[in-house]
């Protein structure tokens, strides 16, 4: 462990419903909050992560689509509710709003925000981030680029999505992976929503890593822990047609018959090994869920339309003697 981070955890953990204690040092995770005492940071901040805000409103352009978006869109996808939407967009404003109060520094939108990629849905989110004149980065999750029942494997849906309709949450940054330091904390965000990871990827995470500095990773999929369940399925050996038991409900392919490709078990064994990754933070299973491995958190975010999101506090600390 480098020697600028104190890990002597004292860990509240706030999975599920109760608290839970485990020992290292200097990350504290209780009700929603995680605080990093460091002594690395240039000054003290705060992040807001969130993700699966499941979205939706419609308007005449996603009529064609229709027939693709009616299960995840529900009534709001029905040409006489066009313009209505779901109403979930208020929780998202609810933790922008707890952002702005908090002054946090970036928000992180970590996927599934909205639940297909239509247009009214995009530009909707686009200006409700705009309009609170945070400072934020989004990567896409599995639903905001899926329309189920389209034609097409996972790469080439989401390669056709982020490049027309989600192009503008990106803020003409890459979709796939980029990173943002604040303070001395390097954010590398990396969009792991097909549960796969890229050469491209692999090598950026790589070349973050060059630079020498305490990494916050986010992931819209929990990266796989030894241990873990399938839906941790970044990296889980259990990853396959076998054991794929939505492909039918989401209308898509299956999962490969193979599993993971091997520069994706790479990621996934760096990310669990490196000490210079201190945590990474997820969403996808819509459940709060805190995770320990090799002197790292994996803080997996419940669903944002439920209520969730998650603060993380980064606090100066002085040198010890």
């Known amino acids: 462990m480098k020697s600028y981070i104190y890990f002597f955890l004292f860990v509240f953990l706030g999975a599920c419903t109760q608290d839970k204690v485990s020992y290292e040092e200097n990350i504290i995770v ?9 002594q690395s940071l240039e000054s003290s901040f705060k992040v807001m992560f969130l993700s699966d805000t499941h979205f939706t409103v419609e308007d005449s352009l996603g009529y064609e ?12 996808v029905e040409p006489e509710n066009y313009g209505i939407s779901n109403g979930r967009e208020n929780a998202l404003l609810v933790s922008l709003e707890k952002a702005k109060k908090d002054s946090v520094d970036l928000v ?40 189920e029942g389209e034609p097409g494997i996972a790469n080439e849906q989401r390669a056709r999505w982020i490049n027309s309709n989600l192009n503008p949450l990106y803020q003409g940054q890459n979709p796939f992976f980029r990173s943002v330091i604040l303070h001395g904390i390097n954010f590398v965000l990396i969009d792991n929503s097909t549960n796969e990871i890229m050469e491209e990827q692999l090598a950026f995470l790589k070349g973050e890593i060059k630079k020498g500095l305490p990494i ?64 990474i933070f997820a969403g996808h299973t819509h ?17 944002n339309y439920a209520g969730s999101d998650v603060m993380i506090h980064f606090n100066k600390i002085n040198s010890r003697k």
């Not at 209780?30 to 460091?38: M, T």
């Not at 689509?65 to 009616?70: C, L, T």
């Not at 409900?249 to 210079?276: M, Q």
């Not at 459940?287 to 669903?303: C, P």
């Open 30 to 38: 209780k009700s929603g909050n995680v605080y990093y005492n460091l």
């Open 65 to 76: 689509y229709y027939d693709y978006s009616k299960r995840m869109g529900g009534f709001a």
């Open 108 to 147: 992180i939108l970590g996927g599934d925000i909205i639940n297909f990629p239509s247009v009214a849905s995009v530009d909707s989110v686009q200006d409700i981030m705009e309009q609170s004149g945070l400072k934020w980065e989004y990567i896409s999750g599995n639903h905001d680029w899926h329309y």
């Open 216 to 279: 916050i990773l986010s992931v819209h999929v929990p990266i796989y822990f030894p241990g873990q369940n399938i839906d941790y399925s970044c990296g889980n050996p259990n990853w396959n047609e076998e054991h794929d038991i939505y492909y039918k409900i989401e209308r898509r392919e299956p999962w490969p018959a193979n599993g993971h490709t091997k520069v994706t078990y790479e990621f996934c064994d760096i990310v669990t090994s490196e000490p210079l990754i201190i945590g």
């Open 287 to 303: 459940e709060v869920a805190v995770d320990y491995y090799n002197d790292k958190i994996q803080y997996v975010s419940g669903a």
